[in-house]
Nanobody, 119 residues
Framework: QVQLVESGGGLVQPGGSLNLSCAAS????????MGWYRQAPGKGRELVASITRGGSTNYADYVKGRFTISRDNAKSTVYLQMNSLKPEDTAVYYC?????????????WGKGTLVTVSA
């Protein structure tokens, strides 16, 4: 099992920055891909960015050039640096880890951290 704990959310003005962190614990050696998803009020959960164990990244079009995902495997932590934040970025951001167990990919999720972008 893997536990994920997000931190770094809060209130920020448009154009500002936040750095989200997600610390994994438990069977961290089983973790392959990690990522950040978000869910705005009244909308479904959507991918923001993902990163493989080897460091390959994938971003949603609406965050390219503004957000950067990274990971520190030694610390079992994934980060999301968010710059040039917009009001439409307001959402609960969830950390995700994809782990291998009994030959299956198993998703683990954090409880989420709220990011509010408002003047």
């Amino acid at each position: 099992q893997v536990q994920l704990v997000e931190s770094g959310g809060g209130l920020v003005q448009p154009g500002g920055s936040l750095n989200l962190s997600c610390a994994a614990s438990g069977n961290v050696l089983s973790i392959n891909d990690m990522g950040w998803y978000r869910q705005a009020p009244g909308k479904g959960r959507e991918l923001v960015a993902s990163i493989t164990r080897g460091g390959s990244t994938n971003y949603a079009d609406y965050v390219k050039g503004r957000f950067t995902i990274s990971r520190d495997n030694a610390k079992s932590t994934v980060y999301l640096q968010m710059n040039s934040l917009k009001p439409e970025d307001t959402a609960v951001y969830y950390c995700n880890a994809v782990c291998r167990r009994y030959g299956f990919n198993v998703d683990y999720w954090g409880k989420g951290t709220l990011v509010t972008v408002s003047a």
